[in-house]
Structures are given as C-alpha cells and as structure tokens.
C-alpha cells in the first residue's frame, strides 16, 4: 500500500533564512515558520497556540530564499516530512524531524515581494521540477454537475 506524506504551510518566519553553500554546488536554505491557531476553551477564555516548523529548501527554492526572505515574512510552503537520525555528544541517538520543501509561494502584497533595492518583484510563484508537468488546458464541465455548482473559473479564486 503506497503512503502521502504530504505537508502544507502557511506561517510566518521566526528570523532571516540561513543559507549553506555545499561542496557538491548545491544551496540549501533553512528557515524556521510559525503558525498559530487559536481556540475558547471551556472556561470561555481566548488560547493561541503556536507552533513552530523546520524547514529546509534546496538550490532555486534556496536561492528565492536568499534573495526575498527575511524575518517577519508570510509565506505558503508545500512539502515532506524527513527525518534525520544523529548520534549526540554523549552517544545517543537522537532524531530531527524537518519539512523538506517542494513548492513555496510568497504571501502578501506587490510591495512586500522584494527589498527596495530597484530589482524587480519577485515572483510569486515558485516549485522544484516535475516529472509530471501540469496539463495547459482545463477540462471540460462535468454534464451531470449541479447548476448552482461553482465553474472551474469560480474555483480559481479559492484560497486553498
């Protein structure tokens, strides 16, 4: 039986991406997301909770990264969870678990996606190659949908 393991997020960052530069060329960017939700428990009163995520981006999604990240910032990640297993100083085996991403998308208006350094916006939009492009033409209106369903147009301006 074949698994997902599929990660969405949307948070904010906790400080400026890290950057690395390997030996092998490769960038890796490791950044730190906040998302919160928040509840009235049983005695009515508000609770935020707050959680914090690990992730980690590889070479383009590292170099977008570097270039239009910083602390504060809103953004929309898609990826996997891996985990990691280290031995510490003392010799036990410890595990890091992080969010490896595939897709990230900035949030937030035209003024926010790039410094104020005269380059262009960034874009808005960014994902790791696929083996599987997407198809360039929609498909057709299903014959039997309800007629107060939503056309694909409609579904478009979803936020999910």
């Excluded at 595990?95 to 900035?106: E, G, L, Q, V």
Aim: glycine residues 8%.
């Amino acid at each position: 039986m074949a698994g997902v393991n599929k990660v969405i997020l949307v948070g904010n960052l906790g400080a400026d991406p890290e950057i690395r530069h390997l030996e092998s060329g490769s960038k890796v960017a490791n950044i730190s997301i906040a998302t919160s939700e928040s509840y009235t428990n049983r005695n009515g009163e508000r609770v935020e909770q707050t959680e914090w995520h690990r992730v980690e981006l590889w070479d383009r999604l590292a170099d977008l990264c570097e270039k239009y990240l910083s602390k504060g910032r809103t953004v929309y990640i898609e990826g996997k969870i891996r985990t990691n297993e280290y031995q510490d100083k003392e010799g036990i085996t410890r595990y890091d678990k992080r969010i490896r991403a595939t897709n990230m998308t900035f949030v937030g208006g035209r003024n926010d996606e790039a410094p104020d350094t005269g380059a262009s916006p960034a874009p808005t939009r960014s994902s790791a190659p696929s083996s599987n492009p997407a198809p360039t033409t929609s498909p057709a209106p299903a014959a039997n949908a309800p007629s107060g369903a939503p056309s694909n147009e409609e579904m478009d301006d979803l936020p999910f």
